[in-house]
């Protein structure tokens, strides 16, 4: 029988998995599937002339969540997690290159605006401070929640929100407010909602089945884990289809888009982890679809670490990976601050 996988080994797992995932796959990323070589190692990225093993705004922008969760002690603060972004967007922070050299265009769009909303309000607008960052949020939320600006850069980013959380509507709390500075349609809201809560069902031991039966439940019964309130409906209908771990597994490559679309890239992640029995395999299923294959990569090596703890990752990725000293950093400050809760 299997020794239990220690927490602190899942939450390396987690964060090394991300990025592991995400380096595999920023190489091939928008090339179409079947249009290049099967992605199996650490390649060099062309698309931005990087060496191998440089991992891109996945991780780091999970990594801006995670110390902002962090340094605000394992609460949400939306204009400081956006100070983070700016402050990588701009001067590369918590970058693998030292600068931004990727960045989506929705994410950017949305920095813009609150760099110029929050340089005008340090100029020193009379309104209150809460009251300016609420009117803030409020134009933010106004001018992205189009169908347009459903893409997956918060998805992409929410997995602290489940490591760091205090409990599991704590995660889901954490996981909603995490995607409102950039992505605040519902859409974009339910999926990092319904992602945090499943990593978060792992971090505690939770099997593959239990997990592809709580989803469901999660979307096809009100109330559920996750919301009060229906889960939003094109979100629901194509992830609400999985009922049982067999509806995943009988689910071909073929049906699967692996596009930068929120909807397409949660299912894209979730495929590949339901449909492998190791860490590598989920990795390389993930980064193969191609098209958006770091990010699909990045949702789904989070998950999959989760669930097979970080000694499951192969040793020559992370070899390869640059940038380990920031991994290694807030994975241990999440253990430490676990460590610390009741």
Same mark, same amino acid.
């Given at each position: 029988?299997?020794?239990?996988?220690?927490?602190?080994?899942?939450?390396?797992?987690?964060?090394?998995?991300?990025?592991?995932?995400?380096?595999?796959?920023?190489?091939?990323?928008?090339?179409?599937?079947?249009?290049?070589?099967?992605?199996?190692?650490?390649?060099?990225?062309?698309?931005?002339?990087?060496?191998?093993?440089?991992?891109?705004?996945?991780?780091?922008?999970?990594?801006?969540?995670?110390?902002?969760?962090?340094?605000?002690?394992?609460?949400?603060?939306?204009?400081?997690?956006?100070?983070?972004?700016?402050?990588?967007?701009?001067?590369?922070?918590?970058?693998?290159?030292?600068?931004?050299?990727?960045?989506?265009?929705?994410?950017?769009?949305?920095?813009?605006?609150?760099?110029?909303?929050?340089?005008?309000?340090?100029?020193?607008?009379?309104?209150?401070?809460?009251?300016?960052?609420?009117?803030?949020?409020?134009?933010?939320?106004?001018?992205?929640?189009?169908?347009?600006?459903?893409?997956?850069?918060?998805?992409?980013?929410?997995?602290?929100?489940?490591?760091?959380?205090?409990?599991?509507?704590?995660?889901?709390?954490?996981?909603?407010?995490?995607?409102?500075?950039?992505?605040?349609?519902?859409?974009?809201?339910?999926?990092?909602?319904?992602?945090?809560?499943?990593?978060?069902?792992?971090?505690?031991?939770?099997?593959?089945?239990?997990?592809?039966?709580?989803?469901?439940?999660?979307?096809?019964?009100?109330?559920?884990?996750?919301?009060?309130?229906?889960?939003?409906?094109?979100?629901?209908?194509?992830?609400?289809?999985?009922?049982?771990?067999? #509806?995943?597994?009988?689910?071909? $490559?073929?049906?699967?888009?692996?596009? !930068? &679309?929120?909807? *397409? =890239?949660?299912? %894209?992640?979730?495929?590949?982890?339901?449909?492998? #029995?190791?860490?590598?395999?989920? $990795?390389?299923?993930?980064?193969?679809? !191609? &098209?958006?294959? *770091? =990010?699909?990569? %990045?949702?789904?090596?989070?998950?999959?670490?989760?669930?097979?703890?970080?000694?499951?990752?192969?040793?020559?990725?992370?070899?390869?990976?640059?940038?380990?000293?920031?991994?290694?950093?807030?994975?241990?400050?999440?253990?430490?601050?676990?460590?610390?809760?009741?």
């Amino acid at each position: 029988m299997p020794q239990p996988i220690p927490l602190s080994s899942r939450i390396r797992g987690a964060i090394y998995g991300l990025a592991v995932c995400d380096a595999l796959g920023a190489p091939v990323e928008f090339k179409p599937r079947g249009s290049f070589e099967r992605v199996t190692s650490m390649l060099p990225n062309d698309n931005f002339g990087l060496p191998a093993g440089c991992f891109t705004d996945d991780t780091a922008m999970t990594l801006c969540l995670a110390h902002s969760l962090l340094d605000c002690g394992g609460h949400s603060n939306m204009i400081d997690q956006v100070k983070k972004y700016i402050s990588w967007w701009q001067n590369g922070y918590m970058s693998s290159t030292g600068s931004c050299f990727d960045i989506g265009v929705s994410t950017r769009s949305a920095l813009q605006t609150w760099a110029d909303m929050l340089h005008l309000q340090s100029r020193g607008e009379d309104s209150p401070v809460q009251d300016a960052h609420s009117a803030m949020l409020a134009k933010i939320t106004h001018e992205f929640s189009k169908d347009e600006y459903c893409g997956n850069g918060s998805l992409m980013r929410v997995l602290p929100a489940a490591l760091i959380a205090s409990s599991a509507s704590n995660v889901v709390e954490l996981a909603k407010e995490s995607s409102l500075p950039t992505h605040p349609h519902l859409r974009c809201v339910h999926a990092c909602m319904i992602y945090a809560s499943l990593v978060q069902q792992l971090l505690n031991g939770a099997s593959k089945t239990e997990l592809a039966v709580s989803l469901s439940e999660s979307i096809n019964e009100i109330p559920s884990n996750i919301s009060d309130t229906p889960i939003e409906a094109v979100l629901s209908e194509r992830i609400g289809r999985y009922r049982s771990i067999q #509806d995943w597994e009988q689910t071909t $490559a073929d049906s699967i888009r692996s596009t !930068g &679309y929120v909807v *397409d =890239t949660l299912e %894209a992640a979730l495929w590949a982890f339901f449909n492998s #029995d190791t860490f590598e395999q989920a $990795a390389l299923q993930a980064v193969n679809l !191609g &098209y958006d294959s *770091d =990010t699909v990569g %990045a949702i789904c090596g989070g998950i999959a670490g989760t669930y097979y703890g970080f000694d499951a990752i192969r040793q020559d990725w992370l070899r390869d990976l640059k940038k380990k000293e920031l991994l290694d950093e807030a994975a241990q400050e999440i253990i430490d601050h676990r460590n610390k809760l009741p």
